[in-house]
């Protein structure tokens, strides 16, 4: 069974760090694509951040570019998100999603998110 | 930042077609894709590519494109299709993949 299980989230004060990871099963990780995509309570969805098959290539959105770092061990089958001077409106339902399409080419392309995990919970408050 | 917009909400009555729309400038360019939220649950991919459906995905949903817009068709609406629908596709450099606001669809 193709299965993205989340962990790392949690309550953490404004200005401090976070860690999530994405663990993969069921799948070749290795051969896709991954992203994080995020939800805010009531709100619709939010792509954060994308990174290649071989870490080659990798996006940010333009309201986490600089504080967050996403990254992932091929050999563990396991996608991060690093998460510096997190804010209150970063709190929000953090989903690791992959990429439908195997590609094996030198820039992220933004395809489909075909299989999604079922979030962790990140809280920004004081 | 590049937008995509579509309305928040459609109204529809069990077997009529409902039809959500999704416009950007982007989208002559970039391909669309689209997902269903249920309440409480992770997004389901249910059209990619502007109109291919996934192996799963009830035939009853479609998808189109025309220029700036792009559309997800649902004919023969069924009461457990009542969700939030989410339109998904790249900014026209390609480096920012970009959500539509969501529209909720009610089956009334």
């Known amino acids: 069974e193709v299965q993205l299980v989340e962990s790392g989230g949690g309550l953490v004060q404004p200005g401090r760090s976070l860690r999530l990871s994405c663990a993969a099963s069921?799948?070749?990780?290795?051969?896709?694509?991954m992203h994080w995509v995020r939800q805010a309570p009531g709100k619709g969805l939010e792509w954060v951040s994308g990174?290649?098959?071989?870490?080659?290539?990798?996006g940010y959105a333009d309201s986490v570019k600089g504080r967050f770092t996403i990254s992932r061990d091929n050999a563990k089958n396991s996608l991060y998100l690093q998460m510096n001077s997190l804010r209150a409106e970063d709190t929000a339902l953090y989903y690791c999603?992959?990429?439908?399409?195997?590609?094996?080419?030198?820039?992220?392309?933004?395809?489909?998110?075909?299989?999604w995990g079922q979030g962790t919970m990140v809280t920004v408050s004081s | 930042s590049y937008e995509l917009t579509q309305p928040p909400s459609v109204s529809v009555s069990p077997g009529q077609t409902a039809r959500i729309t999704c416009s950007g400038d982007a989208l002559p360019k970039q391909y669309a894709y689209w997902y269903q939220q249920k309440p409480g649950q992770a997004p389901v991919l249910v059209i990619y590519k502007d109109s291919e459906r996934p192996s799963g995905i009830p035939e009853r949903f479609s998808g189109s494109s025309s220029g700036t817009t792009v559309t997800l068709t649902i004919s023969g609406v069924q009461a457990e299709d009542e969700a939030d629908y989410y339109c998904?596709?790249?900014?026209?450099?390609?480096?920012?993949?970009?959500f539509g606001g969501g529209t909720q669809l009610t089956v009334l």
């Open positions: 998904q596709s790249a900014d026209s450099s390609g480096t920012s993949a970009v």
């Open positions: 069921g799948f070749t990780f290795d051969d896709y694509a």
């Open positions: 990174i290649s098959w071989n870490s080659g290539s990798i």
């Open positions: 999603a992959k990429d439908k399409f195997r590609d094996f080419g030198t820039q992220l392309v933004l395809n489909a998110f075909d299989i």
